[in-house]
Each structure stands twice: as structure tokens, then as C-alpha cells.
């Protein structure tokens, strides 16, 4: 009787643990989001606000954090940046008054640390690509060389989103209903010129 009683125990104890990991998989469902709202045109493009939703309900961007990477659709490059920056400025030869931030036609762009000058900084910058369940990441480009008219301006292509240790797909973008902002006094609302939404899902640990 008394091994029966243990037998029964050990196979609530596993069914326990298997309900736990089976509900602790489930929590994790979700995704990276990489919202492109470009704000204003420029005489040889636009300004852009990139932010990436951690839309995962577990899942931390740990240290050393978050990268993400494109293609440009055509010849762009990124003037200056704010709140990250490319890993590499690439060839900027043919540029000789103002040399661009980057001019790699397929960027990778990281978070910047938290010390960075305010004068650097947006809002949500600057955690060291650190990113939490729940929270967001953006950082600001001015892009040259691009279409100044949404008829003209074209989409980046082959996102990529990197975190150490995990590994994630990321889909095509997409034209959405332009974001909508509030001003800090909270009277006033403004509207991006044009959205594009990117969906970045979990693959597996690397």
C-alpha cells in the first residue's frame, strides 16, 4: 500500500512538471515587432523612427543585446543616427563635404549604452540593447538617397533581428495604418507619413 501511495506521488509530481514546462513554453508565444514610422521628408529623403516591441511574454534581450540588420531596396544610406548606430560606416569615398554615418548597403545597427549624451538619445534608447518582455527599443536614421514622396520611398528588405543565444526569423514588411502620437502635454496628435510593420518570431536557442 505504501509503494502504491509513493508510485502515485511520483506520477503527480511528473505530470506536474510537464504541465509547468508545457504552460512555460506557452507563455512564451509572441514576437518582435519592428514598427518603421518615417516621420518627414528631407531634400534627398527621410527621417525615420525604428522601435522594436518585445511582444514576448518571457523572453528577455539580455546583454550584450539586441541588433538588427537590411537590405536598402535601393542605393540609400544613413546620414546620422540617433539612439544606435551602424557597425560599419563602409565606403563613403564619393561623399566629400558631408561624409554619411553609413553607407553599407546591408547596415547592421545596435543599441547604444545607457551613458550615452542626452544630445545622442530618444526616447527608449540606449539600455545597452537590453529588452524586456513588455517594453520597446527605438532609435532614430536619417536616410539619403531614398524616394521623398511615399510614391518614391521604398521599404529596407531581409530584416534580421539578433539577441545573444536566440535565433529569429523575421518576415516581410508591411504598409500599415500610419502610427499615431500624442504630444508630452497631451492636447495635441500627429501621425507618421507612412508605417511599416516587420514580425521577427523565435526560432530556437542558438
Known sequence: ME?????????????????????????????ITIKWDLMTWTPDGYVAVVT??????????????WKMSWRWSKKEMIWSMVGAQATEQGDCSM???????????????????PKTPYNQQIANCCKGGVLKPGLESAFQLSVG???????????????????????????????VRPTRFITADKRRMTSALMTWNITCVFEKSA
Request: net charge positive; aromatic share 10%.
Open 145 to 175: 538617397n531614398a524616394g521623398t514622396s511615399v510614391k518614391t520611398a521604398r521599404m529596407p528588405v531581409n530584416f534580421m533581428f539578433m539577441a545573444p543565444n536566440q535565433q529569429y526569423t523575421c518576415g516581410p514588411s508591411k504598409n
Open 52 to 65: 522594436a516591441y518585445n511582444y514576448q511574454k518571457q523572453r528577455s534581450i539580455t546583454r550584450p543585446g
Open 95 to 113: 561623399f566629400k563635404e558631408f561624409i554619411p554615418h553609413s553607407c553599407v548597403s546591408k547596415p547592421t545597427v545596435a543599441d547604444l549604452l
Open 3 to 31: 509503494s502504491l501511495f509513493s508510485a502515485m506521488i511520483v506520477l503527480l509530481l511528473v505530470s506536474f512538471s510537464c504541465f509547468t514546462s508545457s504552460e512555460a513554453l506557452g507563455s512564451n508565444i509572441g514576437n
